[in-house]
């Protein structure tokens, strides 16, 4: 990086700054992934850049040459690529700087930003998209040092709190909507081979539903599937056949646009009566359910929101408890991030943050929370100050503090 100065930056679209039809258009399946790591990184102004993209979310993670616009950076992909104009839809999109991006990827990490609070399936999504970073190399020095510190910070989260203890994620959900709308001997069709498809017919063969039909693109993945849940297997171009038996259908695939239409289930619910539930986890989603007769339920990822309090009660009570590691984790993540350029304090940087985070914790009991908000601030300007002074002093004597260890 040459001493060059740089700014950390996130920005995205989730599925709290807009809905399904909204985010669907700036959806980038993973396969598309290392084609806009490459696209966005052969940018002057990109030192640095990961990608995740979940059904939920959309975020690049971008490490800039100080003075870099990054909305300008995204969009310029987006017409690529897309020939679509995100300019139009700015306010949708959420940025983050510097301590701002290591606190929210903490809280993505944790299942604190999801729809379902405490899931746990974005931690190995995350996980998965730093790899693709790191297989083709766009993951800089402080990419590098922020996804591990939010690696710690999603595994502490998990194991000194009940959030994600009990391995909450929407593909969970989506299976107790199942069991409590459908009969065991009913037949459910599974359309898409993926984590969530998984975890569908996992949850339901051990609850003892028996009859279960899968449907991909490529057969033998669905046949492998078929073969472990007793099931049956089919192409997706002849998804209509199992159709005409199936009560639910769920699906969740990447592709990149519709793959069942109404006319086409309409037809099939005349004739058989089914499907009566469908559940679409999709983004884009699987299913165009204009039209489609109103006696079949459908419930999107929105509607699957109805169906969430009921988890989130018991585990609201450690919420206090994950947001003070992450405080803590942001605060140490700034101090490294402010100071890893300098050869001299870089090495102590997090371990100064650290005492100085310890020593207020014990002071904690000790005085009133607007004093401890004085503290915290009165700490950090002195430990900030005793750095700066040092770093001058080195400089002007000419001491070689890496030597000395």
């Given at each position: 990086m040459n001493g060059e100065e740089f700014q950390l930056i996130v920005i995205g679209i989730n599925y709290k700054t807009s809905n399904i039809s909204e985010r669907e258009a700036f959806q980038i399946n993973r396969k598309e992934i290392p084609d806009a790591l490459k696209f966005l990184h052969a940018m002057d102004d990109v030192e640095g850049i990961v990608v995740i993209s979940t059904c939920n979310r959309v975020e690049f993670y971008l490490v800039l040459h100080q003075n870099a616009d990054p909305f300008p950076l995204i969009n310029s992909y987006f017409l690529e690529k897309r020939n679509l104009d995100a300019c139009k839809k700015k306010e949708l999109f959420y940025l983050y700087r510097d301590k701002g991006v290591a606190k929210h990827l903490f809280h993505v990490i944790a299942g604190l930003d999801s729809m379902l609070l405490g899931e746990y399936q974005v931690k190995g999504q995350?996980?998965?998209?730093?790899?693709?970073?790191?297989?083709?190399?766009?993951?800089?020095?402080?990419?590098h040092k922020l996804f591990h510190a939010a690696f710690r910070v999603g595994k502490s989260?998990?194991?000194?709190?009940?959030i994600g203890s009990g391995k909450q994620s929407l593909s969970g959900i989506a299976s107790q909507v199942i069991k409590e709308k459908v009969h065991k001997e009913d037949v459910v069709t599974i359309i898409g081979v993926n984590q969530n498809t998984k975890i569908i017919a996992e949850n339901l063969y051990k609850s003892g539903f028996s009859h279960l039909i899968f449907?991909?693109?490529?057969?033998?993945?669905?046949?492998?599937?078929?073969?472990?849940?007793?099931?049956?297997?089919?192409?997706?171009?002849?998804?209509e056949e199992p159709l005409i038996s199936t009560r639910c259908i769920f699906s969740c695939t990447g592709a990149p646009g519709f793959i069942l239409f109404p006319d086409s289930v309409n037809s099939i619910y005349k004739k058989s009566g089914s499907p009566k539930l469908i559940i679409d986890m999709a983004v884009p989603r699987d299913i165009n359910t204009n039209g489609l007769i109103k006696d079949i339920e459908v419930i999107d990822l929105e509607g699957l929101k109805t169906f969430l309090k009921k988890q989130e009660e018991e585990i609201t009570l450690d919420l206090d408890k994950a947001e003070k590691i992450i405080s803590v984790e942001a605060n140490v993540f700034e101090a490294w991030n402010d100071s890893h350029k300098d050869e001299y304090l870089g090495l102590f940087a997090e371990k100064a943050e650290k005492m100085r985070l310890q020593l207020l914790d014990e002071t904690r009991l000790h005085v009133l929370d607007d004093e401890l908000a004085l503290l915290d601030k009165f700490s950090h300007s002195l430990l900030h100050r005793v750095k700066s002074t040092i770093s001058q002093a080195i400089l002007i004597n000419g001491f070689n503090i890496k030597e000395e260890l």
């Open positions: 995350i996980k998965e998209a730093y790899s693709i970073a790191c297989s083709h190399k766009t993951a800089d020095k402080i990419l989260i998990r194991n000194e709190t009940k449907v991909n693109r490529t057969l033998y993945k669905a046949e492998e599937l078929a073969e472990k849940y007793n099931g049956l297997a089919f192409s997706l171009d002849r998804v």
